[in-house]
């Protein structure tokens, strides 16, 4: 993965992240999960989360968030790249020889397994 290097740019990523979540609700703990994939930095994570409330992204519902994308999905035709070597995933952290890779504006994001991509993007339909 090319690592984001700002805070900036990790930032924007997580927003993006979030912007793209194939769910209409989450829990906030579900939430945390995906941002992780971004950043374990307790400060940097509610800043993704009040950032994407600033740009409208989210609505915050006590412990849960709705997601307010305007059908923004991972598309993963084209969003989402397969490489095969040798990765660690990104979320859970198996060793993996096919890393799955997703390409948003703010940056790439992975590698991920097969199922915590998935996990990652909603479309697992967990979390709910």
């Known amino acids: 993965m090319n690592e984001p290097?700002?805070?900036?740019?990790k930032l924007e990523l997580g927003v993006e992240l979030l912007a793209h979540l194939e769910r209409e609700e989450l829990a906030l703990?579900?939430?945390?999960?995906?941002i992780e994939t971004v950043t374990t930095s307790p400060a940097l994570t509610r800043d993704i989360l009040d950032a994407a409330e600033k740009r409208g992204v989210i609505e915050r519902d006590g412990a849960r968030l709705r997601i307010r994308r305007g059908g923004t999905y991972v598309n993963y035709d084209s969003q989402v790249v397969r490489r095969e070597g040798e990765f660690e995933c990104r979320r859970c952290g198996t060793a993996i020889s096919t890393g799955h890779f997703v390409n948003l504006d703010a940056g790439e994001l992975g590698p991920f397994g097969s199922s915590c991509v998935r996990k990652v993007t909603g479309r697992d339909g967990d979390g709910g």
């Open 5 to 9: 290097g700002s805070r900036e740019a």
């Open 29 to 34: 703990p579900d939430a945390v999960d995906r």
